[in-house]
């Protein structure tokens, strides 16, 4: 198995008209575990996500359908996480 590591960024969100001076954004680490499975496929995993686990034909598409599954997982998240804002 092998480890990749993925660095993104996430954002800090306030409902506040203008983010605090304190305010700052965080980097966002995501270790991409990949193995090539006995029929020739790859599969690449996120453990830090779940469900962000693809397979892919080559390993590159492995891990870039598994980095879009975190992706979309984490900005769903952050959609769902402000429910309670005022609209």
Request: glycine fraction near 4%; proline fraction near 6%.
């Amino acid at each position: 198995m092998q480890r990749i590591t993925v660095w993104g960024i996430l954002m800090t969100v306030t409902r506040e008209p203008k983010p605090p001076q304190s305010a700052r954004s965080q980097d966002l680490r995501l270790i991409i575990e990949t193995e090539p499975e006995t029929d020739g496929r790859w599969i690449a995993e996120i453990s830090q996500v779940p469900g962000a686990l693809a397979y892919g034909t080559t390993k590159e598409e492995a891990i870039n359908k598994a980095y879009a599954i975190a992706l979309r997982s984490v900005a769903d998240d952050v959609e769902h996480s402000h429910d309670d804002a005022v609209k």
